[in-house]
């Protein structure tokens, strides 16, 4: 996959080309990142790229020549070109998905108030990661790029992106590890009861715990079948699976393989 990201500040990029995961890939030619300043395309003796909204107005827009003439000369009619921006819709891991299918995205920094919208007409989508502001594109740029890397088989172990948060519209169940207990913190000992089956439940109920009380509204787009209907009214109800007799042998059971 080739990703390209037009900024005005290249080296903001720098350490993220060549850190963790997304270094890892790059280096195994699973992505390949192009970071490509667009002050290079000004015609300007300066390299400015903004200039004062026409009609008047607060700030500097970015101006098309620079952005338009950088686009063309960056990407192909195969290239699916996305701005970043308040206007787009918000982004999701959904929308992750969709684009690491994709062999060839552009990803577009904005600055300053904004860019000329006629440049809009270039571009295939608009996308936002949340109702707050920033001072330009380059970190959705970055977030988008890094949650695209990561879904690309090979970057990381298929195993590690089964269970995260939102892969099937819940939150992830809470994740302990050694040592069992720590600061009176103890790792509940069901997790140790060495049945698969019961602790996949266990999983299941706490990862619809979690996204019924933080959130909520993750529900309406969920799917969700008799075993998780049961899982929340037992939450709801403040009934707790754990205590029937089939858990407690089990955990029993398990005794032995708890350090």
Do not use: W
Request: some cysteine; aromatic content about 8%.
């Amino acid at each position: 996959m080739k990703i390209t990201i037009l900024t005005i500040f290249p080296s903001f990029y720098q350490e993220f080309i060549k850190s963790s995961i997304i270094g890892r890939a790059i280096s195994k030619g699973i992505v390949e990142i192009n970071i490509v300043n667009i002050r290079d395309y000004s015609l300007d003796k300066n390299h400015r790229v903004d200039d004062h909204p026409i009609g008047g107005g607060a700030g500097l827009i970015m101006r098309l020549e620079p952005l338009l003439d950088c686009l063309k000369a960056n990407t192909t009619s195969n290239t699916y070109k996305i701005t970043m921006g308040p206007k787009g819709h918000t982004y999701t891991q959904d929308d992750a998905k969709r684009l690491s299918k994709m062999d060839e995205i552009c990803l577009i920094c904005g600055h300053y108030e904004g860019i000329d919208c006629r440049f809009s007409d270039y571009v295939d989508e608009e996308l936002s990661i949340g109702d707050f502001i920033l001072t330009g594109g380059e970190i959705p740029a970055m977030a988008i790029a890094d949650s695209i890397v990561r879904l690309l088989k090979g970057s990381i172990a298929d195993d590690s992106t089964k269970e995260e948060s939102f892969n099937d519209g819940v939150l992830e169940y809470p994740q302990y590890t050694y040592p069992k207990e720590y600061d009176g913190k103890k790792i509940p000992d069901i997790l140790f009861c060495g049945n698969h089956q019961i602790i996949d439940d266990y999983h299941r109920k706490e990862a619809l715990k979690e996204t019924l009380v933080k959130r909520p509204d993750l529900f309406k787009n969920i799917t969700y079948t008799k075993k998780d209907a049961t899982f929340i009214d037992e939450i709801k109800t403040g009934k707790n699976s754990s205590d029937s007799e089939k858990v407690k042998e089990a955990i029993q059971k398990g005794k032995k393989f708890i350090k």
